[in-house]
């Protein structure tokens, strides 16, 4: 992933996405908006606390980096569970006085809407077929994770628009990395047993403590639901090692902000 800066705001994007499908696409950090402490700055999580208005003026400053506009925003009232919404226009943007779709996952092939996906710690996935231009965002956190909701993800993009996974490219942005993201039994447990006993993913730390790759298990999961290694994308960049950059609930507990991942596919061709 690289790293790019429009009108003031850094973000990551994959190398190539943009230029299939009139896709735009970014993570973005925790710099260059306008919230106070302890939502400093780029806060984009509307229920954390944060003045309203600061979390607007942020999105609009998102949406001017890649421009597109800000009430096409969509971003889903993320649960840990493991729902994926196809989702069109009709839904409530961000912005709209209707409350968001429960769920933790969005796939949609309709232009001119941007699928967002909010997080401080957890995993966000970003989904695109550039064949048939379908594109998907997805949380993971460890419930999400321990569900499988990225291999679901490509499974659903299957069902609904026929997309082959082979043709699926993913990227998997900035979370709490295997340096930082310590679990107990509670956790370990939510795994599958042929999950826990690999230790690319939980690194034994002593009695019932585990050091786990999170990114590391979205990435197996979507590369056993038949995505090629080659399309998988993965941040190295610890959210919690990198608190100057991004939020991060283990570094500064909450309340704190969220960051945004952004997908959709401009209007027209
Ligand atoms: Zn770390």
Excluded at 10 to 15: A, G, L, M, Q, S
Excluded at 220 to 249: M, P, Y
Aim: net charge positive.
């Amino acid at each position: 992933m690289k790293k790019a800066n429009r009108n003031g705001i850094d973000y990551f994007t994959v190398p190539g996405w943009d230029a299939r499908c009139s896709l735009a696409h970014g993570f973005f950090t925790r710099r260059g908006g306008i919230s106070p402490a302890p939502y400093d700055s780029l806060n984009t999580g509307p229920r954390g606390g944060d003045t309203p208005a600061h979390v607007r003026k942020n999105l609009e400053r998102i949406a001017r980096a890649l421009s597109i506009p800000a009430k096409r925003i969509l971003c889903p009232a993320q649960v840990h569970g493991d729902r994926i919404h196809r989702v069109s226009g009709a839904e409530p943007s961000i912005f709209g006085t209707e409350p968001p779709l429960e769920g933790d996952g969005v796939i949609t092939a309709e232009r001119g809407l941007y699928l967002g996906i909010l997080t401080a710690d957890c995993v966000p996935v970003l989904f695109l077929d550039p064949e048939r231009c379908v594109v998907g965002a997805v949380h993971a956190g460890w419930r999400g994770t321990a569900k499988g909701i990225a291999g679901k993800a490509v499974r659903r993009m299957r069902v609904e628009f026929g997309c082959e996974p082979s043709d699926i490219h993913v990227a998997i942005g900035p979370a709490v990395g295997p340096c930082c993201y310590e679990v107990g039994e509670d956790v370990a447990r939510a795994f599958p047993e042929e999950d826990r006993k690999m230790r690319p993913f939980f690194r034994p730390e002593g009695p019932g403590r585990w050091k786990m790759n999170l990114a590391g298990l979205n990435r197996h999961q979507v590369t056993h639901a038949g995505v090629r290694e080659a399309n998988v994308w993965i941040s190295s960049l610890c959210t919690c090692c990198r608190k100057d950059l991004f939020f991060s609930v283990r570094a500064d507990g909450e309340p704190t902000g969220r960051q945004i991942a952004l997908i959709g596919l401009r209007p027209g061709p």
